[in-house]
């Protein structure tokens, strides 16, 4: 028992050494393009990122955070905004709640100038009170919750179209396909669930009934019931609004349970990757998708620079990111000073063309132009859709 | 092993421990005068695992009931008071005893039938139970669905609103104190003995006389309304909470804390909370590692309880 | 278009082949259980890791061989990789702590099942991995609108043949019979001269290697495989097991495609959204009034 208390301490104290290695160094993350750190300098404008870069989501937080960076580099080059240069300082949320409030009081205690980020709405929505309580400017990239802007703080826009666009841009696509009855899939997860019932509440609008709403938990086996369920509701055209990894199982399996309609998928799950998942079944899916960079005007130039920096592909919520920090630069320049309410004002009034299309606000600070596009599965390939 | 039994005799002394309580309670009083935001919230977060972690040894540490559910208890308390925040527009601390009453009568309702089965057939009841209340939270409009209750707004206390981080830093640490006062307060009344003769051996507690379902309910209502009193300040301090907050991970973490620490063992417990929530956050950024931290969690978990059995810091079998 | 007969007909034929993968994992759980009294929380982290064997095994040799012999092979590779993996857990993790308190053994496991989780999470970037090719096509026998397709029938006969020969084998041979009995007194067994340790390490590689059968058949009927899909199936098929009545072979089967029928005709009756707060409120019934579960003994708690 001796030795093993000892090796028990031993391991402890081991723990606890790296841990306050790790405390000192402050927990964060500083990159930036300038090259020159320090993030105490007057002289820079310091902009928090909250992503999440560890858990299930890890993937789709880098891959901001590194669209993030390439933006930042390249305007640091032609000489940064109002003569300063940008630095990022970036905190991890986990996707999760707890971990976003540490998140984001990290943030406000490295005193950012503002913030930007937000990948997962329930996590963006935890964080996002303290950023307001604080008078800070938080521009969200990829979460797009409805949920976000109910809660009516005037700091926080959401650069990415909101799933009531996606149900507008849905009701189109059936109607064009010719469908009148559609069947809705979530997965009960925040996004997914806000986007079945806009969906709910804007199909009717346009004449198509809502056939039925099902649930597919995530990690879930087999939905053979689900299938059965919907084929008994005599949908003609079904619309799956989670994420890739289920949506190709659900996919499949509707395919094999004999449903013969149209399938859409939400903008969860507009990876390539939903190409490779699905197989045979996935061929004439289409997806309501975010501004995919394949389909963007200087699409070409930008996963060139990409790649270059990175030496990685870009994934699907680069391009958002990236024009957020153009966003952020241009009301800056305009504002002509880093107050949060000028900068507030000036992105409340901008009207920037981006890669994801144009950026313009409502009063409600969401996006006033819709920046969902159509594209479908053929031949194994995404191709763009033009109703 | 003399000098070790020494140093252990010394510091059970009650001298001892009581210094060694205030000091520990200054220091942490303190800390906000000279650490920034972030740690304040590291620390807070700390205590809300201490105080989960009380509730839930009540139960699990004291009746030696298995609970795979707790997150229910505090998402009904977190649930009670956002509704009638943001629904009715209660004040806040007004909304406490309804958060109690609830607790109260649905761990009641849950508890008459199944207290009386197995260790492990209750493990699976109130793992159920959790998930009831976590997919009801789900589908229910009134809970706002699987966004949750948002913006929920913050409750004053004595006039100061209760906003910045270090405001919830304290009424966090002393709701701590308060827990860890009732915890030993149940210990060292006659119904915490009966608790822990229940907890060594029910059938002979049962044989002297001891109504141990009586007790059992008891232990695992005063647990739940715990609970639920932690999540009803969850509630107001997040000012947004979902069904998400409220899986089973949670459940799982929160019996982590006090196993971990030693069940029973009011002390160890609250070690358990602090070691479980501060793990992760002090890996948070390394490179590699951080990616990896639950992967060296789960490693030094199985360790420490191979090695600690007991857990890290047990009750003493006199 | 379906009438009513055929719904109930549909349903109860998906019921059964969900039922038959929680019925599959939940054998493993009740065999552990049965044995040293653990609820083995990382059972489904096994199934996933058997699921992801046998996929990344299929996707290196399904060029060079038949598609039948590729994946007879890639599921051998997972029934040996789960069992391995469930031996070194035991080993490691679990025989220590067997004369520890119960609860001390419960952490072990949620350790072993977060070690596994985490380990195949930071293994693949935390993406989803896919199977190539597959077999997507509706072919199958039906029966006005009642389809059953091939995939579903192979799947029911794959776990029907991998219950009957477990219950051939726990009932028919010394080592099924030495399983038995040191679930019913341990002590007696190392004084009988069993070698108890060896019997439950074989205890956990059986269990696992049924859960890697789920798993493996998983990833080839829907062919694709995350980290994280041994949770959902792990709680199901631990649900699975109590309604049974833990620690009861016949009773996990029964439990597993129990719950299978009941999330079945629950998605039917109240919409998927309210399947799972039906099943666990039948779940929590039975108990009630079945506390040993439906086919489980009444027995004295030994904690």
């Not at chain 2, 159920?128 to 949750?148: C, D, P, Q, Y």
């Not at chain 2, 004595?158 to 915890?183: A, D, M, N, P, Q």
């Not at chain 2, 991970?249 to 009011?266: D, E, F, P, T």
């Not at chain 3, 009927?221 to 109590?242: C, D, H, P, R, W």
Request: aromatic share 10%; net charge neutral; glycine share 10%.
């Amino acid at each position: 028992m001796h030795e093993k208390l000892k090796k028990t301490l031993a391991l402890l104290l081991a723990a606890l050494a790296i841990a306050s290695f790790a405390a000192g160094c402050g927990g964060t993350n500083s990159g930036g393009g300038g090259g020159s750190g320090g993030s105490g300098d007057e002289e820079e404008i310091l902009i928090g990122v909250m992503v999440p870069t560890s858990g299930s989501e890890a993937y789709y937080g880098t891959d901001m955070y590194q669209s993030y960076m390439l933006a930042v580099e390249e305007i640091n080059k032609a000489g940064g905004v109002l003569g300063r240069k940008l630095t990022l300082l970036q905190a991890d949320d986990g996707c999760d709640s707890n971990i976003a409030t540490s998140a984001a009081e990290l943030l406000i205690s490295k005193n950012v100038d503002f913030v930007v980020g937000g990948y997962c709405s329930g996590a963006t929505v935890a964080a996002m009170q303290l950023y307001f309580d604080e008078d800070l400017l938080l521009l969200i990239s990829a979460a797009n919750s409805t949920g976000i802007t109910q809660l009516g703080l005037d700091t926080c826009f959401m650069l990415n179209s909101p799933g009531s666009h996606a149900a507008v841009t849905l009701a189109d696509l059936c109607k064009s396909v010719g469908s009148s009855k559609v069947a809705l899939i979530h997965n009960g997860d925040e996004y997914p669930q806000n986007l079945s019932k806009l969906c709910e509440d804007e199909l009717p609008k346009h004449g198509i009934e809502i056939a039925t709403v099902q649930v597919v938990d995530k990690g879930a086996s087999d939905v053979s019931s689900v299938v059965t369920a919907i084929r008994n509701a005599e949908a003609d055209f079904v619309y799956w609004c989670g994420y890739h990894a289920d949506g190709s199982n659900v996919i499949k399996q509707l395919r094999q349970g004999g449903y013969e309609g149209d399938i859409a998928v939400g903008d969860g799950s507009a990876s390539v990757e939903l190409i490779t998942a699905c197989g045979d079944a996935g061929e004439g899916v289409y997806v309501t998708s975010p501004p995919f960079v394949r389909f963007a005007e200087g699409g070409d130039r930008f996963v060139a620079d990409f790649k270059a920096m990175h030496n990685l592909e870009p994934g699907a919520y680069a391009t958002l990111a990236y024009d957020t920090i153009y966003v952020l630069k241009e009301a800056i320049e305009k504002a002509g000073t880093l107050d949060t309410g000028a900068v507030k004002d000036a992105v409340q009034n901008i009207n920037y063309k981006g890669l994801s299309g144009t950026i313009k606000f409502t009063p409600d600070r969401e996006l006033e132009i819709s920046n969902f596009i159509i594209i479908q599965i053929v031949d194994g390939d995404f191709q763009l859709v033009t109703i | 092993m003399k000098l070790r039994d020494r140093i252990s005799s010394w510091l059970e002394s009650k001298f001892i421990q009581a210094a060694a309580s205030a000091a520990l309670l200054a220091f942490m009083a303190l800390l906000p005068l000279f650490t920034d935001n972030y740690y304040q919230n590291i620390v807070w977060n700390a205590f809300f695992y201490m105080l989960l972690a009380l509730g839930l040894n009540i139960i699990v540490g004291y009746c030696g009931l298995c609970d795979l559910g707790y997150a229910s208890k505090f998402a009904i308390g977190a649930y009670t008071t956002g509704i009638l925040i943001k629904t009715y527009h209660w004040n806040f601390w007004a909304t406490l005893p309804v958060s109690i009453i609830i607790s109260i009568v649905s761990s009641v309702i849950i508890g008459l039938p199944t207290l009386k089965l197995r260790s492990d057939y209750l493990a699976i009841v109130t793992l159920g139970f959790a998930e009831i209340v976590r997919i009801t939270a789900r589908n229910l409009k009134i809970t706002g669905a699987a966004t949750g209750l948002i913006a929920i707004p913050r409750p004053t206390f004595f006039g100061i609103r209760l906003v910045k981080i270090t405001h919830w830093y304290y009424v966090f640490l002393i709701l701590v104190v308060i827990y860890i006062i009732i915890s030993f307060r149940i210990r060292n009344s006659r119904f915490g003995r009966a608790l822990a003769y229940i907890r060594e051996d029910e059938d002979a507690a049962e044989a002297m006389g001891v109504n141990t379902s009586l007790y059992k309910l008891y232990a695992y209502v005063l647990g739940a309304v715990l609970g639920g009193v932690t999540g009803s300040f969850y509630a107001v301090k997040m000012t947004s909470i979902s069904p998400g907050s409220f899986d089973f991970n949670q459940s799982v973490n929160v019996l982590l804390a006090v196993i971990l620490g030693g069940m029973g063992k009011v002390p160890g417990v609250v070690l358990g909370a602090a070691f479980f929530a501060l793990f992760p956050e002090f890996f948070r950024d390394i490179p590699v590692i951080g990616d990896m931290r639950m992967l060296f969690f789960g490693l030094l978990l199985i360790a420490v309880i191979i090695a600690k059995p007991q857990g890290l810091w047990p009750e003493r079998n006199k | 278009m379906f009438t009513f007969w055929e719904i109930v007909l549909q349903q109860f034929i998906n019921g059964l082949v969900l039922g038959s993968f929680y019925a599959l994992v939940a054998l493993g759980y009740s065999m552990v259980y049965g044995i040293i009294k653990l609820l083995n929380f990382a059972h489904g982290d096994i199934y996933m890791a058997g699921a992801f064997t046998c996929l990344s095994v299929y996707s290196l040799i399904s060029g060079y061989m038949p598609g039948w012999l590729g994946i007879s092979l890639a599921m051998l590779a997972a029934i040996l990789a789960s069992a391995i993996l469930g031996y070194i857990a035991q080993r490691v993790a679990y025989r220590p702590l067997l004369s520890a308190p119960r609860l001390s053994l419960l952490i072990s496991a949620i350790g072993v099942s977060l070690v596994i989780y985490n380990a195949v999470m930071v293994m693949t970037n935390s993406k989803a991995m896919f199977f190539p090719g597959g077999i997507n096509k509706s072919t199958g026998i039906s029966y006005g609108h009642v389809t059953i397709t091939y995939m579903q029938i192979s799947l029911l006969a794959a776990a029907f043949a991998a219950m009957a020969a477990l219950t051939v084998f726990i009932s028919r041979t010394k080592l099924g019979k030495a399983m038995r009995a040191i679930a019913i007194d341990t002590d007696a067994c190392y004084l009988m001269g069993i070698n108890v340790n060896a019997v439950i390490s074989f205890t956990f590689m059986l269990g696992s290697g049924l859960a890697a059968v789920a798993g493996g058949m998983y990833c080839v009927y829907y062919g694709n495989v995350q980290y994280s899909m041994g949770y959902l199936v792990g709680i199901k098929a631990f649900t699975s097991s109590v309604i049974g009545g833990i620690g009861s072979i016949p009773g996990a089967m029964l439990g597993g495609l129990l719950l299978g029928l009941l999330e079945a005709f629950g998605t039917q009756m109240l919409g998927s959204s309210w399947k799972d707060v039906f099943a666990f409120s039948l779940l929590i019934l039975i108990l009630a009034f079945k506390p040993n579960g439906l086919l489980g003994k009444p027995e004295v708690a030994r904690m």
